[in-house]
């Protein structure tokens, strides 16, 4: 079993940035990815970027064009997604993941946190 739990959400103005944490605890054996992927109101649940637990090789989704990078922290267990240049349409609660391979799909992830609102917004 793992928990994951993400931190870092808030309110930002157009153009500013977020951090987002997703602490991993349990068995670190039980997962080779964690994905970060997010839901707009009214919108399905898209993926964001994934990074593997081993060699550190990250995915992300095409829409990102940079402005979004993932990395993680594997003394403590903790995932980051630092979100630069933000536009009112990146509003969405953002939720991380652990899954069995290094993709974007979400039937691929087993365990997800509770999520954390982001809303940029002037």
């Known amino acids: 079993q793992l928990q994951l739990v993400e931190s870092g959400g808030g309110l930002v103005q157009p153009g500013g940035s977020l951090r987002l944490s997703c602490a991993v605890s349990?068995?670190?054996?039980?997962?080779?990815?964690i994905g970060w992927f997010r839901q707009a109101p009214g919108k399905e649940r898209e993926g964001v970027s994934c990074?593997?637990?081993?060699?550190?090789?990250?995915v992300y989704a095409p829409y990102m064009a940079g402005r979004f990078t993932i990395s993680r922290d594997n003394a403590d267990h903790t995932v980051y997604l630092q979100m630069n240049n933000l536009n009112p349409e990146d509003t969405a609660v953002y939720y991380c993941?652990?899954?069995?391979?290094?993709?974007?799909?979400?039937?691929?992830?087993?365990?997800w946190g509770q999520g954390t609102q982001v809303t940029v917004s002037s």
């Open positions: 349990g068995s670190t054996v039980d997962y080779y990815a």
């Open positions: 990074i593997s637990n081993t060699d550190g090789d990250t």
């Open positions: 993941a652990a899954g069995r391979v290094l993709w974007l799909q979400q039937y691929t992830y087993d365990y």
